[in-house]
C-alpha cells in the first residue's frame, strides 16, 4: 500500500488521482480541518468516475508532528509519497515552517526506517537549490549567505532530513519542482496567477524562473518511485520565462488585458515596505516579503536535462498547453 502525505494540496490531490486510476491501494494522510471535498472536485476535472475513485482512498485523518497517529497510517506501508508542506513567506511564520516541514519531514524519515518502507519521495522546492546566473542544475548546492525566504530554509532543513534518512538506509528520491501550474486552487500558489491575470493587472516583473505542470510533476513522481533509481534529486522545471510572460500568456486565455508595464526594483521596494507596514497595522500576513521581490526580479535558469536523461520516455507538456486547460478550468469555476 502507498502513503500520500499532502493530498488535499495541488501536488497530492493530483497525485491521489493518478494512482487511484491505476489501481494502486492507497492511504491519504489529512489535517483536521482541510477540505477533502476539494480533492474530489479535482477528480471530477479529468474522470466520470471521480466519486468512485475518490472513494478508494483509505484516509487518516493525523498531523506530521503526532507520531502515534502516524504510525498508525504507517500500517502495512510499502511507498511513501511526502508532499504536505506549510507554505508561507512571512517571517512571523518561521517558527511554524521549522515545526512543520522541518520536524515533520523528520518525523516521516524515522517512520519510513521503522517501518522499512521501500522507497520515499519527497516533494521539494527550486527555492532550496543555489543561485548561478548562467545554470542552476541540481549540482548548484544552497548558499546560505544568501538571503533565503523563511519558507526555503525550512524547506532546506526539510531536505536535509531526508539526506540523513538515506544515510540511514531509507532509499529515497527528491523533486524540486518550479512554480507548478495546474487547476484548482485559486486563492494560493500559482493560482493567484490566474486571480491576478483575471483582474487585469497592469504591473508585472521581468524575473525568469521555471514553470512545470502539474501533471508532470505527478508522473515523475510515479515515473521515480517505480525505476531502481534512488538517492536522487531531479529538477523539474523545464519551462523558463518571465513573470510578464507567463501572466501576458494566462491573460490571453483568460480573454484579459495583459500587463504591458515592467514593475521597476524602486516600485518592488516600496511595495515590500508598503506590505510590511499594512501587516503591522491590519495584522495580516505579509503578502510580499523582501525575499520574495528580490526573486521576482531575479532570472534563475533551471536546467531539468537529469530527469530527462535518467527516467525513460519522460517528457514535459508544453507550459502553453497547461496554461490553456488550467485556464477553461478557471473560467468555469471561478468566472472572472
Not at 219 to 240: C, V
Not at 295 to 309: D, G, T
Request: proline residues 3%; positive net charge; glycine residues 8%.
Amino acid at each position: 500500500m502507498v502513503l500520500v502525505t499532502g493530498g488535499t494540496g495541488l501536488i497530492g490531490s493530483h497525485l491521489l488521482y493518478k494512482l487511484t486510476q491505476q489501481g494502486v491501494s492507497v492511504r491519504a494522510i489529512y489535517r483536521k480541518g482541510s477540505n477533502r471535498e476539494r480533492v474530489k472536485d479535482i477528480f471530477a476535472y479529468y474522470s466520470e468516475d471521480s466519486t468512485a475513485l475518490f472513494n478508494d482512498i483509505q484516509w487518516v485523518e493525523a498531523d506530521l508532528n503526532d507520531v502515534p497517529k502516524l504510525s498508525l497510517a504507517f500500517q502495512d506501508i510499502t511507498h511513501v509519497y511526502h508532499c504536505a508542506a506549510l507554505i508561507s513567506f512571512d517571517p512571523s511564520d518561521y517558527k511554524l515552517l521549522r515545526k512543520t516541514n522541518i520536524r515533520g519531514t523528520a518525523n516521516i524519515v524515522n517512520l519510513c526506517s521503522a517501518f522499512a518502507v521501500k522507497k520515499l519521495c519527497y516533494v521539494s522546492t527550486i527555492a532550496t537549490l543555489g543561485y548561478d546566473s548562467e545554470r542552476i542544475d541540481e549540482e548548484t548546492h544552497w548558499d546560505g549567505n544568501q538571503d533565503q525566504s523563511v519558507y526555503a530554509i525550512s524547506k532546506y532543513g526539510a531536505e536535509m532530513e531526508v539526506w540523513r534518512g538515506i544515510q540511514e538506509g531509507v532509499p529515497a528520491v527528491i523533486v524540486n519542482p518550479g512554480v507548478v501550474l495546474g487547476p484548482g486552487f485559486w486563492t494560493s500558489g500559482s493560482g493567484l496567477l490566474f486571480k491576478m491575470a483575471a483582474k487585469g493587472k497592469t504591473y508585472a516583473t521581468e524575473g525568469v524562473t521555471g514553470y512545470v505542470a502539474v501533471q508532470d510533476v505527478v508522473t515523475a513522481m510515479i515515473g521515480l518511485m517505480h525505476s531502481s533509481i534512488e538517492n536522487q534529486r531531479y529538477i523539474l522545471a523545464d519551462t523558463l520565462r518571465s513573470y510578464m510572460e507567463i501572466i501576458q500568456m494566462i491573460s490571453k486565455e483568460l480573454n484579459r488585458k495583459p500587463p504591458t508595464r515592467i514593475a521597476s526594483p524602486f516600485l518592488l521596494k516600496l511595495a515590500w515596505r508598503m506590505d510590511w507596514l499594512t501587516s503591522k497595522l491590519m495584522r495580516r500576513k505579509r503578502r510580499l516579503t523582501k525575499q520574495l521581490s528580490g526573486s521576482l526580479q531575479k532570472k534563475s535558469l533551471y536546467s531539468s536535462e537529469k530527469i530527462k536523461q535518467d527516467l525513460e520516455g519522460f517528457t514535459f507538456t508544453p507550459i502553453t498547453d497547461s496554461i490553456a486547460v488550467t485556464s477553461q478550468i478557471f473560467l468555469k469555476e471561478v468566472g472572472s
